[in-house]
């Protein structure tokens, strides 16, 4: 299945998307998509029912974040080969783990706000998986059943804040529209999850290709590294890295500024676009 959050920001409405792309709406069925509502029980409901008995929503509709209700965004860094190298980073021997605040999420398509003083936005296409079941001390065999579901994320990056100002780098991860999520959230039945191909364009040039099969720690060795240190529960989103092409490994670096458009997109998970805009209150 593939889900989908609609409306305006704080106001929106679970829906799905049906094999013609038409979104329906899912508000007689399900309060919201999140991990808290999307029960057992509503699955079964939900796989007995025909989409096309469902309202189609308006095409112009703004898509919210695929998901409610998210706990925690853990970070996978350095997490494929080629990124790793034009970082000037040694190829992790364990996951490189960090976190992005909550606060950073926002739609697919809305607005990248700069961060106040930004000199160094940065991009980074990635996939994010979403926790279905608590997790704790499993081995990879048994991690794919953790995982309720698969979305994009864009991982917007202020490398100054990040990198040059000490401490950790949740300082350049978590800024306000920091982590567009979606526009769909899509159950690990309808995918090949270690073969999705990963682009990025700017302004209409591709920056970023990439596939999970080139991932250093598969989605299964990362859920599994991770409950070895903590309890992972349902709503937890973990975004697992991104391949080569940012900005900051460029010569000379390059960094988005105020005017520009990004467009992502990842194979089975749908596409991104955002305009970056001037800093303003969030």
Same mark, same amino acid.
């Given at each position: 299945?593939?889900?989908?959050?609609?409306?305006?920001?704080?106001?929106?409405?679970?829906?799905?998307?049906?094999?013609?792309?038409?979104?329906?709406?899912?508000?007689?069925?399900?309060?919201?998509?999140?991990?808290?509502?999307?029960?057992?029980?509503?699955?079964?409901?939900?796989?007995?029912?025909?989409?096309? *008995?469902?309202?189609?929503?308006? =095409?112009?509709?703004?898509?919210?974040?695929?998901?409610?209700?998210?706990?925690?965004l853990?970070?996978?860094?350095?997490?494929?080969?080629?990124?790793a190298?034009?970082s000037?980073?040694?190829?992790?021997?364990?996951?490189?783990?960090?976190?992005?605040?909550?606060s950073?999420? =926002?739609?697919?398509?809305?607005?990248?706000?700069?961060?106040?003083? *930004?000199?160094?936005?940065?991009?980074?296409?990635?996939?994010?998986?979403?926790?279905?079941?608590?997790?704790?001390?499993?081995?990879?065999?048994?991690?794919?059943? *953790?995982?309720?579901?698969?979305?994009?994320?864009?991982?917007?990056?202020?490398?100054?804040?990040?990198?040059?100002?000490?401490?950790?780098?949740?300082?350049?991860?978590?800024?306000?529209?920091?982590?567009?999520?979606?526009?769909?959230?899509?159950?690990?039945?309808?995918?090949?999850?270690?073969?999705?191909?990963?682009?990025?364009?700017?302004?209409?040039?591709?920056?970023?290709?990439?596939?999970?099969?080139?991932?250093?720690?598969?989605?299964?060795?990362?859920? =599994?590294?991770? *409950?070895?240190?903590?309890?992972?529960?349902?709503?937890?989103?973990?975004?697992?890295?991104?391949?080569?092409?940012?900005?900051m490994?460029?010569?000379?670096?390059r960094?988005?500024?105020?005017?520009?458009?990004? =467009?992502?997109?990842?194979?089975?998970?749908?596409?991104?676009?955002?305009?970056?805009?001037?800093?303003?209150?969030?």
């Open positions: 299945m593939k889900f989908i959050r609609f409306g305006e920001p704080g106001q929106e409405r679970p829906g799905l998307v049906d094999a013609g792309g038409t979104i329906r709406d899912l508000s007689a069925i399900v309060e919201d998509v999140s991990m808290r509502h999307l029960t057992k029980d509503v699955m079964r409901r939900l796989a007995a029912t025909d989409p096309q *008995s469902l309202p189609p929503v308006d =095409s112009d509709v703004r898509i919210g974040p695929c998901l409610a209700d998210v706990r925690n853990i970070s996978i860094g350095l997490n494929y080969v080629d990124h190298i034009e000037n980073a040694p190829i992790p021997a364990e996951p490189v783990v960090f976190n992005k605040l909550t950073c999420i =926002s739609g697919p398509n809305d607005p990248v706000v700069l961060l106040k003083g *930004s000199q160094k936005t940065d991009w980074e296409v990635e996939v994010a998986m979403v926790i279905g079941a608590p997790t704790y001390l499993v081995d990879e065999a048994q991690a794919l059943a *953790s995982i309720a579901g698969l979305c994009i994320c864009h991982d917007i990056s202020e490398r100054e804040f990040q990198l040059e100002r000490g401490g950790q780098w949740m300082k350049g991860k978590s800024g306000p529209t920091y982590g567009p999520l979606g526009p769909w959230l899509v159950t690990p039945d309808e995918l090949d999850i270690q073969n999705l191909d990963l682009w990025l364009d700017v302004n209409g040039t591709r920056m970023q290709t990439g596939t999970t099969a080139k991932m250093i720690f598969g989605f299964a060795a990362i859920v =599994s590294y991770l *409950s070895q240190f903590m309890k992972l529960m349902p709503g937890d989103v973990i975004t697992t890295g991104t391949p080569a092409g940012v900005g490994a460029m010569t000379p670096p960094f988005l500024r105020a005017g520009d458009v990004v =467009s992502l997109g990842v194979s089975g998970l749908g596409e991104q676009r955002q305009q970056i805009v001037a800093h303003r209150a969030v």
